[in-house]
């Protein structure tokens, strides 16, 4: 066995274990559904979703048992960049949403599944300027979520991007 093997496999535990916790972490998720009980916060997300540009809405709404709804949405200012979307005036975008929702546009040859990520850049902003209990990510009709707790268990273990998390993505169309 070269010294390169040894170099590479040391790091299979290790990220073995980091997925495990984090797993584990969903057990505590508050979402085991959501809900769209107005169509228009539906149908606005949807289309969205399926945009060239990224774009960040607020999500308010509440949770009943293990089902998150969401019946409003505020779009903060926002400003279209080389990195992505950076929001005009405050940090705390959204302020106290239940949720920050954003897309990543979907690029030539990717499928939706592809851009079911929270990057480093997304952890980031979301643990550091956003309130919110959940992050919300969408593609071309397919959403992932995240709850505050993943999305710092990820930063600490370094999981970037964070991939989804299994029972917590949804179509919606």
Sequence with gaps: ??????????WIPLVAVAAAWLLAL??????????FPN????D???????????????????????TVYFDAMRIPEQQASAHGVTVQGTHTGCGSALA??????????????MGLYFSSSDQNTFLRYEEALFAIVG???????WTRRQVHAGWLLNLTPLPPIEKQCWQTH
């Excluded at 057990?27 to 085991?32: E, R, S, T």
């Excluded at 920050?100 to 690029?107: A, L, R, T």
């Design 44 to 66: 606005s997300l949807s289309k969205f979703s399926s945009d060239s540009i990224e774009h960040l809405v607020c999500l308010d709404g509440r949770a009943i048992g293990d």
């Design 26 to 35: 969903s057990g505590n998720c508050a979402a085991q559904s959501i809900g």
């Design 39 to 42: 169509a228009a916060v539906r």
């Design 1 to 10: 066995m070269a010294v390169r093997d040894l170099k590479i496999r040391w």
């Design 139 to 145: 593609v071309d009709g397919a959403m992932c979520l």
């Design 100 to 113: 920050v929702w954003h897309n990543h546009p979907k690029q030539a040859g990717e499928t939706a599944e």
